[in-house]
């Protein structure tokens, strides 16, 4: 009922969360259910540490209507094909998670069973050889937006690095050019309804009261709106995800410009670098049982590629999520909502889904429960399929040399996670399903770079004849090289975004 409709909604926060959500309500409502509001507070900054993307955040640029080329140059963006893990496994070692599928199937069975079962005769290569997208990283070539050939046009895909900072900034301007008004003041207190406890208004620093039917928290790790005021309550996953701090820094770019993120395994954690236009962003995720901040810093410094742009910024967090993502009146969004660590290029993913669901599951102002526990049940899944695919990395390890690894290997996991990896070491099956967002080529890049091995590939797979398999195999591997021998280098592709096009 129209009588029923919104009149307002107030996002508390601004940053990638806040601005995301602002542009993508501003693009789907317009002023349809009363005005949008950003409160953003020049005091407290934000986190702004997640530049590196998978490729669902194309389909929120496309929801946008944002130019691809405008974007990449406006936040200094580069392509990313996937991300390579360096002495997770075990120390010395490197594969390759890319985005996109390995190749295509060759008969009833996918294509890793056929690989698998011609692995056991050898000259097949490499795993990794029937992905364009590994190959065509390692090369350091791009092809964006199509081209990729008809053939392996379906099996190719990429996301984006870009300053995230620049990233909020660029939506900013895009939301406010569509009627959202900022803020830019703090928040002092929450008030809420005597009857139901639901939020009423909230009162700034400069005596204003700010009212909405629906309120968006995207105050990041304090979750002013969601915790401090309506006490949602955190489930902790520390006990599987036991890293609870970083230290991030910029450094100038040095050599080739590649594309994909890269992810090395220290003692106490992982180091992340992250190539964009005009530096590179890196950061240790670590766990402070094991390292001092002090110590973090130190080692994050003595593995740069270039000079330090800056001092080395300490983030404290919980691995974990809230107990509801929606609650009352209130929507929590990015930080505010939980945090997985940006292991899997998951964080502004995360804040897209949320937001993504809100407009398919939109209140009015009678905020029926039901749409609030179906918005849970889905967030919760999500955030829980994503934890667990975090976790794999963990788990699957053989390295000894530290207290944290030799935690991991040993560490109960989730019940769920256990089955998927019973089910691919027995027969190299993937248990996926529909919600999953990392689907199989995702969980076999994993398995297989960190050495989990099934016992025996699918029955199905023995159909054809073994030099069959191997010789389609192979054209297959020299199509992929050719293809990606063709394709332009990533420093070409990005020099042609100054161009004028014609």
């Not at 390579?84 to 594969?95: L, N």
């Not at 005596?207 to 629906?214: K, N, P, S, T, V």
């Not at 590629?305 to 009352?328: C, I, V, Y």
Request: aromatic letters at 10%; hydrophobic letters at 40%.
């Amino acid at each position: 009922m129209q009588g029923n409709r919104l009149r307002g909604v107030v996002i508390v926060g601004g940053g990638t969360a806040g601005w995301m959500a602002a542009a993508i309500l501003a693009r789907r409502l317009g002023t349809r259910f009363g005005s949008i509001s950003v409160i953003e507070s020049p005091e407290i900054g934000t986190i702004g540490v997640g530049e590196a993307t998978i490729p669902p955040i194309r389909l929120f640029n496309t929801a946008l209507g944002i130019d691809e080329d405008e974007f990449l140059s406006a936040t200094r963006g580069t392509i990313k094909l996937g991300i390579e893990f360096k002495d997770w496994s075990r120390q010395g070692h490197t594969y390759f998670h890319p985005f996109g599928v390995h190749g295509t199937s060759l008969q009833q069975v996918t294509i890793h069973q056929d690989w698998l079962a011609a692995r056991e005769s050898g000259a097949v290569g490499s795993f990794e050889e029937y992905s364009l997208n590994t190959v065509a990283a390692r090369l350091g070539r791009v092809l964006p937006s199509g081209g990729a050939g008809e053939s392996l046009a379906s099996v190719f895909a990429y996301a984006f690095h870009f300053d995230a900072g620049l990233y909020a900034e660029y939506l900013r301007g895009y939301a406010q050019a569509r009627g959202v008004s900022r803020i830019e003041r703090k928040v002092v207190r929450v008030e809420l309804r005597s009857d139901d406890g639901f939020i009423r208004a909230l009162h700034l620093d400069d005596g204003r009261q700010i009212e909405a039917d629906l309120f968006i928290d995207a105050s990041g790790f304090r979750g002013l709106l969601i915790e401090q005021a309506l006490h949602t309550g955190y489930e902790d996953w520390t006990h599987w995800l036991p890293c609870d701090r970083a230290v991030a820094v910029p450094c100038e770019s040095a050599g080739s410009l590649t594309p994909f993120t890269r992810s090395t395994a220290r003692t106490a954690g992982w180091q992340w670098r992250i190539p964009l236009q005009h530096r590179i962003g890196n950061g240790y995720v670590y766990c402070s049982r094991h390292i001092s901040d002090d110590e973090a810093a130190a080692t994050l410094l003595a593995n740069l590629d270039g000079k330090a742009l800056a001092e080395p910024r300490l983030l404290r967090f919980t691995t974990g999520r809230r107990r509801k993502f929606w609650n009352k009146n209130c929507i929590a969004l990015g930080l505010a909502s939980g945090f997985l660590e940006p292991l899997e290029s998951t964080s502004i993913h995360l804040i897209q889904s949320g937001v993504t669901q809100l407009a398919a599951i939109f209140p009015d102002r009678s905020f029926d429960p039901c749409d609030a526990e179906e918005y849970n049940r889905l967030q919760i899944d999500e955030f829980d399929r994503v934890r667990d695919f975090i976790i794999l990395h963990y788990k699957a390890t053989t390295r000894v040399d530290s207290e944290l690894w030799r935690y991991c290997a040993n560490m109960p996991i989730p019940d769920a996670l256990t089955y998927r990896m019973n089910l691919f070491r027995s027969s190299g099956r993937v248990g996926v399903n529909d919600r999953d967002l990392f689907v199989e080529s995702n969980w076999l890049s994993v398995l297989i770079g960190q050495g989990i091995w099934p016992r025996r590939h699918d029955p199905l797979a023995d159909l054809l004849p073994l030099d069959s398999v191997r010789n389609q195999l192979q054209r297959l591997r020299k199509l992929i090289r050719e293809t990606a021998d063709a394709m332009p280098t990533h420093e070409e592709f990005i020099a042609s975004l100054s161009q004028p096009q014609r």
